[in-house]
Nanobody
């Protein structure tokens, strides 16, 4: 299972830290990605952490968001700084065999999402 948490309401320019708790599978064998879906839009990739510690970011969040991974706790985090109203979406963490970027393709298990709302 994967469960995202840490969302909330924040003003533009603020910060949030999302957490993804995982269980029930061999955490070390998988890459974990963060994805988001805004109302009326398709789900898009935000960031992905590959098993060999390579991190990928979409152009829209590069320089503002940071993904990190704690293998001991089987957790993945997304630190989001300088948030913009365009970042408003439901954020999901998901499991992939490998990250080659922030593509949605290849996800084999989605976690429940957490709502992030950024007010202007």
């Amino acid at each position: 299972q994967l469960q995202a948490s840490g969302g909330g309401l924040v003003q533009a320019g603020g910060s949030l830290r999302l957490s993804c708790a995982t269980s029930g599978f061999s955490f070390d064998d998988y890459a974990i990605g963060w994805f988001r879906q805004a109302p009326g839009k398709e789900r898009e990739g935000v960031s992905c952490n590959s098993r060999d510690t390579i991190n990928y970011y979409s152009d829209s969040v590069k320089g503002r968001f940071t993904i990190s991974r704690d293998d001991a706790k089987k957790m993945v985090y997304l630190e989001m700084n300088n948030l913009e109203p365009e970042d408003t979406a439901v954020y999901y963490c998901a499991r992939k065999w490998i990250c080659l970027g922030t593509e949605v393709d290849g996800v084999d298990y989605w976690g429940k999402g957490t709502q992030v709302t950024v007010s202007s």
